[in-house]
């Protein structure tokens, strides 16, 4: 008898088998893989944001009294908090707010920033602040990054 050429379908089930076991022992690799680059991506974009905040007050851009959503108490240490999904184009009580918020609605809208300057040393008309900045976000639980600089103005 002559065997035509071909698989049979024994040969063709323990192929899809063996192609399964691999595709399963992979997956779990693939996802975690993915979940990492995402939350790397995420951390990286904050870092971004933390330090697109301390350009901003470097620059002047950014108040250092009360008002808006920023509050100063009697040490003169001046506390910015701006929520998560904030619309800084709205925010009219910061005129560098208004100008600036398409972009920063795009930069900073992801997080959550909290801003504390704190006055360090004064002299003649010029004061030397410190500025903490921390950014932070929601994955499975809250995560956040600091950032510290000092400026005069």
Same mark, same amino acid.
């Given at each position: *008898?002559?065997?035509? %050429? =071909? ?19 992979? /997956? #779990? ?19 971004? %944001?933390?330090?697109?905040? *301390? ?7 950014? #108040? ?18 701006? &929520? ?10 910061? #005129? $560098?707010?208004?100008?600036? =918020? %398409?972009? /920063?609605?795009?930069?900073?809208? #992801?997080?959550?920033? !909290?801003?504390? %300057? $704190? &006055?360090?040393?004064? =002299?003649?008309? !010029? ?27």
């Amino acid at each position: *008898m002559n065997r035509d %050429a =071909g698989l049979t379908i024994v040969e063709i089930l323990v192929a899809i088998v063996i192609v399964g076991v691999i595709t399963a022992a992979v /997956m #779990p690799l693939l996802t975690s893989s993915m979940r990492s680059n995402s939350s790397a991506r995420t951390r990286t974009q904050a870092v971004s %944001a933390a330090e697109t905040w *301390m350009e901003r007050y470097r620059d002047g851009r950014e #108040p250092l009294k009360s008002v808006g959503s920023c509050t100063e108490n009697i040490s003169g240490v001046v506390t910015c908090t701006y &929520p998560l999904n904030f619309n800084y184009a709205n925010d009219t009580a910061v #005129p $560098t707010h208004t100008a600036d =918020g %398409a972009s /920063m609605n795009s930069q900073f809208q #992801p997080f959550k920033s !909290v801003l504390v %300057a $704190t &006055p360090i040393s004064e =002299g003649i008309n !010029v004061t030397l602040w410190e500025l903490k900045v921390t950014v932070s976000w929601t994955e499975k639980e809250e995560k956040s990054v600091t950032a510290y600089t000092r400026f005069t103005r």
